[in-house]
């Protein structure tokens, strides 16, 4: 059974363009959610999709945004990069068919770079 | 607001020795996992832990649970090399957000 995917990897951007995350969950979940992870602030909650719904929301600016397609697959979208934004970003994937609905499933993450 | 709190954040011990990783939550939930990271590694989940004195082991790692107190515990035995990493606690907020501790940084010496 294929795991969480994300892509890219690795990114590097400018100070001020925009980026979009790529997230394919587990096959027959539903529900994706979006981390954002720094070492001055952690790991922190940016936002989960279910259905293609957002359902939940962290505190972070208007120049996050999500979405999530008709097949689970979500993007993440940064717009006007700031420094601050450099972090590894995860999404995880849960509420399969089957299985526990409560497992969290990370994917690797993407390395975003804003120079 | 829900606060979730790990200590210590930094732990070094020898190998063989056994050692406790205490997280504590400031409100109630049903909810609450152990995840382990390796240095610019994602999530590897350890447990999730459900209910009231739910106690969870998995090789020299064991997971306790207490709701009443609002606390968990990651109790390491007889530590070896392999287990250093980052170890977080994190507790489910509605249905699929997850509250994060800091983070505790265990590393393993000879």
């Known amino acids: 059974k294929a795991g969480v995917t994300q892509t890219p990897r690795y990114l590097i951007k400018t100070r001020g363009q925009q980026v979009t995350l790529s997230c394919s969950p587990i096959?027959?979940?539903?529900?994706v959610s979006w981390y954002q992870q720094t070492p001055g602030q952690g790991l922190q909650f940016l936002f989960e999709?279910?259905?293609?719904?957002?359902?939940n929301k962290g505190n972070f600016p208007g120049r996050f945004s999500g979405r999530q397609f008709s097949n689970s697959r979500s993007e993440m979208n940064v717009s006007t990069l700031e420094l601050g934004d450099s972090a590894l970003y995860l999404c995880?994937?849960?509420?399969?068919?089957?299985?526990?609905?409560?497992?969290?499933?990370f994917g690797p993450g993407t390395r975003l770079t804003v120079t | 607001e829900l606060k979730v709190e790990q200590n210590p954040l930094f732990l070094s011990m020898q190998e063989g020795k056994n050692y406790t990783i205490y997280c504590n939550y400031s409100?109630?939930?049903?909810?609450l996992y152990w995840y382990r990271q390796d240095p610019g590694k994602s999530l590897e989940s350890l447990f999730v832990?459900?209910?009231?004195?739910a106690v969870k082991q998995e090789g020299r790692l064991m997971a306790s649970l207490d709701t009443k107190a609002r606390l968990s515990t990651l109790h390491i035995t007889a530590a070896v090399h392999d287990l250093s990493a980052t170890y977080f606690c994190?507790?489910?907020?509605?249905?699929?957000?997850?509250?994060f501790g800091q983070g505790t940084r265990l590393t393993i010496n000879p």
């Open positions: 995880a994937s849960s509420w399969g068919r089957t299985g526990p609905i409560y497992e969290q499933y």
């Open positions: 096959s027959g979940h539903r529900s």
């Open positions: 999709y279910f259905s293609e719904t957002q359902r």
């Open positions: 409100t109630t939930s049903d909810r």
């Open positions: 832990l459900l209910s009231n004195g």
């Open positions: 994190a507790v489910a907020q509605g249905a699929q957000k997850l509250v």
